[in-house]
């Protein structure tokens, strides 16, 4: 068989894996969706509880949608919000079951090379297919043959660590317990149980983090939370851009949640510590965690830890097939320098298809939240866009999968800020709010608990403590 008449392999039924199934449909092109869990959109209905921040019609891919219509479905009231929960059951699995069997549910990917080739060799490379070795659920293995293959298998599963370092603070480990790397569900009562009255470290500064300090604080306001307290620790220092551009956020529900992390601060629920970066994670008495930073403070006791800092994705088994990824953010190099919030400006993120995304190894994709790397500003249009322009590319149709004119919404929060503050900068920027920590020191102030180095800057208005 021509390697041209084999599936092409994606990796993940999640949105933009799925989405990437009805594209290559319309392309003529065969799919094969490997799914490692039981459903579509395992993932995602992990976090089902929380809710998007872009509406029900710009979730829906378009080819998906127009593969649906068939069987009546319709974009659930369009101008609404979807939770996580809500777009797996009402979108993704109707999706994936039109698809029927060219999803594979329990199909663990455990392996990506060219049959017969392993990555050190050249000769005829480019002749052969891709060889997919699978982990079944029954436990048996199994081994596909693909002519292009299509990673869309996300980063869920690899959340970054609470380590300013990137790697497991010393103790991290010991203290996993406590230790939730995911939004709590506050909605579950024995999660609601787990956090009420009690001391939360907040561990992040993305939207997680926002979802999760708000949470919070609506806990702490409900008759069963009295005494719930979040402690926001920030490895950066405050400033303007801190709860992101809030009203001048194209995406406002984006922009309200930033709003609502720093509601959260002003009423007092959440206390945020700057410049803090976890060098290990103690015990104290009564099984308590106090944090400890890379510069000697100490953040605590602290009943629970709740650890948002990004998640990166898991290449380990495309360690066969030949990536060029960027060094910083693990995301393809031509894509790298256009989503880098080191570098570019009001969140903008310039079209980018199948040229950006490809690599040494031809005919192999990441895309989704994957190809961003560790890079936190992906959104599901992003995706729908690139599967597009990669099943055009794969059909033949240059010309289509060059046109990419997808016009993304701005964050609000412009200037590339950079990923580093120094500890010295942080504190400068408290001294116009508080400034106990910049002159404590000793046991008294290390057995303090918090240190209250700063307090949330003004919204887009250039001032501190300013509200």
């Known amino acids: 068989m021509s390697p041209h008449q084999l599936p092409v392999v994606i990796v993940g039924a999640g949105p933009v894996g799925l989405a990437a199934a009805a594209h290559l449909i319309e392309r003529g092109i065969e799919p094969l969706v490997l799914e490692s869990g039981p459903t579509a959109g395992t993932a995602v209905r992990e976090w089902g ?14 080819v998906a949608e127009k593969l649906l219509a068939p069987a009546g ?4 009231a369009p101008q609404t919000y979807p939770s996580g929960s809500d777009w797996a059951e009402q979108y993704l699995q109707p999706l994936a079951d039109v698809l029927g069997e060219k999803v594979r549910y329990g199909h663990t990917v455990t392996g990506v090379s060219r049959r017969g080739r392993d990555r050190v060799v050249d000769a005829e490379r480019e002749e052969q297919p891709f060889v997919v070795h699978v982990q079944r659920g029954d436990g ?5 043959l693909a002519r292009a293959v299509i990673d869309a298998s996300g980063t869920w599963s690899t959340p970054g660590p609470a380590g300013g370092s990137g790697l497991p603070a010393l103790g991290e480990d010991v203290a996993s317990e406590r230790i939730s790397y995911r939004v709590p569900d506050l909605a579950r009562p024995e999660v609601r149980a787990r956090y009420a009255g009690r001391r939360t470290a907040v561990i992040g500064s993305g939207a997680s983090a926002f979802t999760a300090l708000a949470m919070l604080a609506d806990l702490a306001q409900s008759p069963e939370g009295h005494g719930t307290h979040a402690v926001w620790v920030l490895r950066r220092g405050m400033s303007d851009s801190t709860f992101g551009g809030g009203t001048a956020d194209q995406l406002p529900a984006r922009g309200a949640l930033g709003l609502a992390a720093k509601s959260a601060v002003d009423s007092g629920h959440a206390e945020p510590v700057t410049g803090f ?20 403070r100490r953040v605590g006791p602290v009943d629970e830890a709740v650890v948002l800092t990004g998640f990166r994705p898991d290449v380990s088994f495309l360690e066969e097939v030949r990536l060029r990824l960027d060094e910083r953010l693990q ?7 256009l989503i880098d919030p080191n570098q570019h400006s009001c969140g903008t993120v310039y079209p980018h298809g199948h040229r950006e995304l490809s690599h040494p190894e031809q005919g192999l994709f990441l895309a989704g939240m994957k190809s961003y790397g560790r890079a936190p500003t992906f959104l599901a249009l992003t995706g729908y866009e690139q599967v597009r322009s990669i099943a055009a590319a794969l059909a033949g149709d240059l010309a289509s999968a060059d046109r990419v004119e997808l016009v993304l919404p701005e964050t609000g929060v412009c200037g590339g800020a950079g990923l580093f503050d120094t500890v010295e900068t942080d504190h400068g920027a408290g001294e116009c709010c508080t400034g106990p920590e910049s002159g404590a020191s000793g046991a008294t102030a290390r057995e303090a608990g918090v240190a209250p180095d700063s307090a949330p800057g003004a919204e887009q208005s250039g ?5």
């Open 331 to 337: 995301a393809p190099t031509e894509l790298a320098p």
């Open 49 to 62: 509880h929380v809710r998007l921040f872009s509406t029900w019609a710009e979730v829906v891919d378009p």
């Open 463 to 467: 001032g501190c403590c300013g509200s």
């Open 277 to 296: 970066r976890v060098e290990a994670v103690e015990r104290g008495s009564g099984g308590h965690l106090v944090l400890v930073g890379e510069d000697g």
């Open 140 to 144: 048996d293995r199994e081994r596909f």
């Open 73 to 76: 479905w319709s974009v659930p």
